[in-house]
């Protein structure tokens, strides 16, 4: 949490707590262009500590430039993206990227260690230290047996875990995560879900996750943010849907709940509109 | 991969083929041997020594200049690859000196270098520079632009991300031009012995032919192509076991 120093009447420096729910990320009134085309428009939303959130849309609504915006790849037409209340200019140590394509994001020529080896070598971690951490994310995403195999001999899920176990190694205080189990299987996907969602737990990470799958966003997510496409004068946003749904989320019981329906179905009325 | 060896079905036989017919017609020629002879030839030379000096002289210069000209052309290709300004500045004197036939350069090399192994050097050298050059500078373009994401958002500096994502990224297909430019180096090793250098086995192809020996020339042709298969077969195996896991799909079978 950060800090902040204030005077009191006495003239003597004292810390104060920043209130504790003070947002993460703040999105304000952002806008994108790519060339003269307006992708995103008047985009506003905060993002609280250890909050999770689904961003859902059709193909070219901007949920994948919202994300890079984040990143710091790429800057804002208007408006600004801050993070613990300073404007993101750049990528950090502690903002970790899931891509969509794992076999491009992950190198050929390493190793499962290697890998995770990578985001270590980027923090500087002394070469001591480095082969029990990566032992210990290789447990924590199941690739433990597989440290010496190279990602040309993993299934699909398992390079996924692996792009994921080296996201965890720089221990991010957000994880972005692009569409990650979308060219998965539906069983694989639903193991990487939950097992996911425990890692995060865990850890406290705050997740911004994009996906095309309305049920993989209420199941997944605390808030659910669902942009409109060419949004033209209009936000960005269409609809923001708080899913108030008991955690841990169970693939059997939570997808039956009435809340959920609901959610799912209001969810499906806004696709309706959208296309 | 194990070969079929039924593949050299055709060829005996073709041997076969050619030994008789050639015994059955008394043919008596300049231009022709038959294939008992051409091994014979060979067996001799490879007794003697001369075909081992011959080869070795080929070798070392095709083989110097290649590590002379391609070591060059690896160096500014990783230069150009790297530096987008520097490519676009050089793209004109590249594609105006890359046309030239290095076998043209023959006459230049032997005013500058007279003969020996020297002018044969610089020739390769010549030859071997462009695609090493090129190939390299392409190889460095095209590393998966998800990977140098990767590296920004990990937070590498820019001198890293050259050492750990773009080198091992491009270095397979550098190994594949490398092993083209064996081959190139070869060739014009031997055309330039052929021209002009009295040394090597294209020089011992020469005097075969003037000295009417048909036999012997035939002989050092299989030789040196021999020579070519080995040297690209020892590599494409370096290829397998070295980037085994960094060729898409697999091995790549034999590019």
């Known amino acids: 949490m950060t800090a902040a120093l204030a005077r009191d009447t006495g003239q003597r420096l004292a810390l104060v707590q920043e209130a504790p729910d003070t947002p993460l990320i703040v999105f304000d009134n952002v806008a994108l262009d790519f060339g003269a085309r307006r992708v995103i428009n008047r985009l506003s939303f905060t993002m609280r500590r250890g909050e999770f959130v689904c961003v859902i849309g059709p193909s070219g609504c901007g949920k994948t430039t919202l994300l890079r915006l984040l990143t710091g790849l790429v800057r804002p037409t208007a408006g600004e993206v801050r993070r613990n209340g300073q404007p993101v200019t750049g990528p950090a140590q502690d903002v970790a990227i899931v891509f969509q394509d794992y076999a491009k994001a992950l190198l050929p020529w390493r190793t499962v260690a290697g890998n995770v080896s990578l985001a270590l070598e980027a923090a500087k971690v002394p070469k001591a230290e480095r082969a029990g951490r990566i032992r210990a994310l290789l447990d924590k995403v199941g690739l433990a047996a597989h440290a010496d195999k190279y990602p040309g001999q993993l299934s699909g899920g398992m390079q996924q875990r692996l792009q994921i176990a ?91 709940a009435s809340e959920f329906l609901r959610l799912r179905r209001a969810a499906f009325d806004y696709i309706k509109e959208t296309h | 991969m194990k070969p079929d060896l039924r593949g050299l079905a055709v060829p005996a036989a073709l041997m076969v083929l050619a030994e008789a017919g050639m015994r059955l017609n008394q043919v008596q020629s300049d231009a022709l041997a038959r294939p008992t002879e051409v091994a014979g030839a060979l067996w001799q030379a490879v007794r003697d020594g001369s075909v081992w000096l011959s080869s070795g002289q080929t070798l070392w210069a ?30 004109l004197s590249v594609e105006l000196l890359r046309p030239v036939p290095s ?92 021209a002009a250098n009295p040394q090597g086995l294209g020089y011992a192809l020469m005097n075969a032919q003037q000295s009417l020996r048909p036999d012997l020339m035939f002989a050092l042709v299989l030789w040196i192509g021999l020579m070519g298969w080995g040297l690209s077969a020892g590599l494409l195996a370096l290829q397998h076991r070295w980037f085994r896991h960094s060729l898409p799909g697999g091995t790549g079978g034999q590019s």
């Open chain 1, 166 to 256: 080296r996201c965890l190694a720089q221990e991010p205080a957000v994880l972005l995560m692009d569409e990650p189990f979308g060219a998965l299987d539906a069983m694989t996907r639903q193991t990487l879900q939950d097992e996911m969602l425990q890692l995060v737990e865990a850890a406290g990470t705050s997740v911004l996750f994009i996906t095309h799958d309305l049920e993989e966003a209420i199941y997944l997510g605390d808030t659910v943010l669902a942009l409109r496409p060419s949004p033209a004068e209009q936000s960005s946003l269409a609809q923001t849907f708080a899913v108030h749904l008991d955690r841990p989320r169970n693939q059997l019981t939570t997808r039956e």
């Open chain 2, 62 to 91: 095709a083989l110097a200049g290649l590590a002379l000209g391609g070591g060059l052309g690896l160096l500014l290709g990783l230069w150009l690859g790297l530096s987008r300004r520097a490519a676009q500045a050089s793209t």
């Open chain 2, 103 to 194: 076998v043209a350069l023959i006459p230049l090399s032997m005013l500058v270098f007279g003969f020996g192994s020297g002018m044969e050097i610089a020739v390769v050298a010549f030859t071997c520079f462009w695609p090493m050059l090129i190939l390299t500078q392409a190889a460095v373009r095209q590393v998966e632009p998800r990977l140098l994401e990767v590296a920004q958002m990990l937070g590498f500096p820019p001198l890293a991300r050259v050492t750990k994502i773009v080198l091992p990224a491009a270095l397979p297909r550098i190994f594949m031009a490398f092993r083209l430019s064996v081959g190139i180096a070869l060739v014009v090793g031997v055309t330039v012995e052929i």
